[in-house]
């Protein structure tokens, strides 16, 4: 059963430091998601990659958040520094090439104090 | 992207049909119907799609009205697994797998 797997699954870290969050999207999707939720603002997107590139980041604060994915099996999002306002549930999803589902990880839950 | 209107929450007894309402008085002519569902602590998940006609699955029903401006997701026998934020979505058809958009969808409780 091919799931689309999220580290680590909490974090609690102190205001300023630095968080790396990591998805290993299902083998062969070749678009994956980076969305975040919160109480006030809902799922909202923040970034997403077709075949590694980078397609659409807008919705990530540029001078804080960077996305990346070093190769097809991992795909990273980086906070430095973070601030108690990123504290969120950040989901990763992936995608099959011409496919129309979604299918998303557990997601990391983020409190930063 | 179409707005969809869903109310914020619903209540179902266990065992009983659920229909789940959304209005997308703006959907054009290319866009499909998605829903996902969301439970508690997870991700959401894929539940249904369809553009015209009536849809069926192992997971639930999606009732298209004839103008495409509501659609219906009827949960056959609700069960206390299915109780879930339930997002009705508009994408379209050449989409190829772009970003949701996701609204603030309708809370089911189901009660046993």
């Known amino acids: 059963d091919a799931r689309v797997t999220q580290t680590p699954r909490h974090k609690v870290t102190e205001m300023g430091q630095e968080v790396t969050m990591r998805c290993q999207p299902i083998?062969?999707?070749?678009?994956v998601f980076w969305y975040r939720q919160t109480m006030m603002q809902g799922l909202e997107l923040l970034a997403y990659?077709?075949?590694?590139?980078?397609?659409?980041d807008s919705g990530m604060p540029k001078d804080r958040f960077s996305a990346e994915m070093p190769d097809a099996t991992l795909a990273t999002l980086k906070i430095q520094p973070s601030e108690p306002r990123d504290s969120a549930v950040y989901f990763c999803?992936?995608?099959?090439?011409?496919?129309?589902?979604?299918?998303f990880g557990p997601g990391t839950r983020l409190l930063v104090l | 992207d179409a707005k969809t209107t869903q109310p914020n929450s619903m209540e179902s007894n266990e065992e009983e049909p659920v229909h789940l309402p959304c209005n997308h008085s703006t959907i054009s002519g290319t866009d499909y119907i998605h829903w996902y569902r969301q439970l508690p602590s997870q991700g959401p998940e894929y539940v249904i799609h369809?553009?015209?006609s009536n849809v069926n699955n192992r997971m639930a029903s999606l009732a298209i009205a004839e103008d495409r401006k509501s659609s219906t997701l009827i949960l056959h026998r609700a069960t206390l697994r299915d109780a879930a934020v339930y997002y009705c979505?508009?994408?379209?058809?050449?989409?190829?797998?772009?970003?949701?958009?996701f609204g603030k969808g309708t809370r089911l409780s189901v009660i046993a």
């Open positions: 999803a992936s995608a099959l090439r011409g496919g129309e589902t979604q299918y």
């Open positions: 979505i508009l994408r379209l058809a050449i989409s190829g797998n772009t970003p949701l958009v």
């Open positions: 369809g553009l015209t």
């Open positions: 990659f077709r075949n590694r590139a980078p397609l659409d």
């Open positions: 083998l062969g999707h070749n678009t």
